[in-house]
C-alpha cells in the first residue's frame, strides 16, 4: 500500500495560508490517483481535493474551490494542499490517502484503503 506521513497544518488567522504536504512511499505511488480528507470536531471525515496520477485532472469539493489547489510531484512523491483564504470552516484534521480515479461526472473518489494516518491538525481562527 501507499503509506503517507502528512505535515504542514498550524493555527492560523481567516484569511491567511497554509500549505499542507503528503509525503509518500511505496513503489506505487504514481499509480494512484491521492487524495486530501478533513474531519472537523463532531463530523464525518470528507473529501476536500484529489488529484489523479498524471496531475492533470482535479476534484474539490464546492466550498473549497477558488481557495484550495492540490498539486502532486511523482518524482518527490509529494501531495501537497495549499489552502488560502482560510476560514473558521475549514478547521479540521487533514488526511491525504490513495483514491480511487476521478471520474469526469464529478463524483467523490473514495479511499483505497481503510486505514488512515494521524493526519495534520489544520486550526482557523477568527
Known amino acids: 500500500q501507499v503509506q503517507v506521513v502528512e505535515s504542514g497544518g498550524g493555527l492560523v488567522q481567516a484569511g491567511g495560508s497554509l500549505r499542507l504536504s503528503c509525503a509518500a512511499s511505496?513503489?506505487?505511488?504514481?499509480?494512484?490517483?491521492m487524495g486530501w480528507f478533513r474531519q472537523a470536531p463532531g463530523k464525518e471525515r470528507v473529501i476536500v481535493a484529489a488529484?489523479?496520477?498524471?496531475?492533470?485532472?482535479?476534484y474539490y469539493i464546492d466550498s473549497v474551490k477558488g481557495r484550495f489547489t492540490i498539486s502532486r510531484d511523482n518524482a518527490k512523491k509529494t501531495v501537497v494542499l495549499q489552502m488560502n483564504s482560510l476560514k473558521p470552516e475549514d478547521t479540521a484534521v487533514y488526511y491525504c490517502?490513495?483514491?480511487?480515479?476521478?471520474?469526469?461526472?464529478?463524483?467523490?473518489?473514495?479511499?483505497?484503503?481503510?486505514?488512515w494516518g494521524q493526519g495534520t491538525q489544520v486550526t482557523v481562527s477568527s
Open positions: 490517502a490513495a483514491v480511487t480515479p476521478i471520474d469526469s461526472s464529478g463524483n467523490a473518489p473514495s479511499p483505497v484503503f481503510s486505514s
Open positions: 511505496g513503489r506505487t505511488f504514481s499509480n494512484y490517483a
Open positions: 488529484i489523479n496520477w498524471t496531475g492533470r485532472v482535479t
